[in-house]
């Protein structure tokens, strides 16, 4: 066979029609992804006054931090382990950390792990690292297993402490999920972005505040402010009433503001209403009139916005005056949230003049307050269902510290 006849026969295989019934067609595309992340967990611990702990706690003193755990591995329980003297005699001129794993469960748990320890400067600069993969096996008669760092120089701790002595720690822990908690999902092209509609509404509706479509005025101190019947409405069971019943602020779409409320509550409120936040501005010393109108028109979430503010700021300087706010507006989240920063600080915080002040002129808040901060001690130096361990313990400091 010559050349031309070869290229003949290849030009007829390229043109010649398919035989199939119908001719070809291209198979429907068909594609899925299995989602698989590593579950991450973090935990930060602060201990104040570390150097006093290495010179004076003897070998096999353990320190434990508070035991975390991750929502899709709710058995799983994590635990630092610290011995400021070294776990044995051997280790006395070291410190020894390790990470402790225990179930809640009388199940048998293999996990396989990343887990990585910083000492971190007051910057949170990492100063002294370590990472390790290990294997944690817990059996019921048994209950936990450790892997960690028997031996880290005194001599290396010591820089990583912070001016006044305290050491932070961060544990960062990587591990596979179980197989069965693993999903596979089809693929959908052009998914719509949910979070782009959504801010394009929030937009939108914070623009609605000064057009000419509002349809209501309130008044309070003087002050006009133009708003939208609908979005009170859609914010407050009260203002619904009050803007659908047979009322005077239905007919005249005018609302006055009782006395005693101030204008810039009101802006306040109404900064909520259209964005669903509270201004960057928003003052400590605005929170309890804003709290108070929260209270009397039902809005719920615009008295959590307050107290999530205002725990932001917490520290030793503010507390009990932030607790005060609180207290008189009975904002339980506030409250609960001032308690660990005055645990943390007490000493210095009950011999200030501010302190003073505060428990004479407000005794109710300054008792409701101690009964608190007794409550939250008695946990963390007896706390319920701590997992076992075998050496005598000193007690649990918090794993946040405020300064």
């Not at 010179?55 to 975390?68: I, T």
């Not at 006395?92 to 293999?110: D, G, I, R, W």
């Not at 009101?266 to 259209?274: D, E, F, S, T, W």
């Amino acid at each position: 066979m010559d050349v031309q006849q070869g290229q003949a026969m290849d030009n007829s295989v390229e043109s010649s029609p398919s035989t199939s019934r119908g001719g070809f067609n291209r198979p429907p595309s068909h594609q899925c992804i299995t989602i698989w992340e590593p579950v991450s967990l973090k935990q930060e611990w602060t201990i104040a006054n570390f150097d006093k702990a290495m010179d004076l706690a003897a070998p096999g003193m353990c320190m434990r931090s508070k035991p975390f755990s991750e929502e899709t591995m709710p058995d799983i329980h994590w635990q630092l382990c610290l011995y400021p003297g070294g776990k044995r005699e051997e280790n006395q001129n070291n410190v020894s950390l390790f990470l402790k794993m225990s179930s809640a469960t009388p199940k048998e748990y293999t996990v396989r792990a990343e887990y990585k320890f910083y000492f971190v400067d007051e910057t949170g600069v990492p100063k002294f690292s370590n990472v390790n993969v290990g294997d944690f096996k817990v059996k019921p008669q048994k209950g936990s297993h450790s892997w960690g760092l028997r031996n880290i120089p005194k001599t290396k701790v010591l820089p990583c402490l912070w001016t006044d002595k305290t050491l932070r720690i961060v544990c960062q822990i990587e591990l596979i999920p179980e197989v069965h908690r693993l999903q596979t999902v089809d693929v959908v092209e052009k998914t719509i972005d949910k979070s782009t509609i959504q801010s394009s509404f929030i937009t939108n509706i914070c623009g609605m505040a000064d057009d000419q479509s509002v349809d209501c005025k309130i008044i309070c101190e003087g002050e006009e402010f133009a708003v939208h019947k609908f979005l009170l409405m859609a914010h407050s069971d009260a203002f619904r009433a009050m803007l659908t019943h047979d009322t005077i602020e239905k007919r005249d779409s005018l609302i006055h503001m009782r006395n005693g409320t101030k204008a810039v509550a009101v802006k306040h409120l109404l900064h909520y209403v259209y964005s669903s936040t509270l201004p960057e501005e928003f003052s400590d010393d605005d929170a309890t009139d804003v709290m108070q109108l929260a209270d009397m028109y039902h809005i719920e979430p615009l008295k959590l916005l307050v107290q999530k503010k205002l725990a932001e700021r917490l520290n030793p300087s503010n507390v009990c005056s932030i607790f005060l706010k609180a207290h008189l507006y009975n904002a339980s989240q506030l409250m609960d949230a001032c308690v660990p920063v005055f645990f943390m600080n007490s000493k210095t915080i009950m011999k200030s003049e501010e302190y003073n002040i505060f428990k004479t002129e407000h005794t109710l808040a300054a008792n409701c307050l101690l009964e608190k901060f007794v409550a939250f001690a008695d946990e963390k130096f007896h706390p319920l269902n701590s997992p076992p361990h075998k050496r005598h313990r000193v007690g649990e400091i918090p794993a946040r510290m405020y300064f």
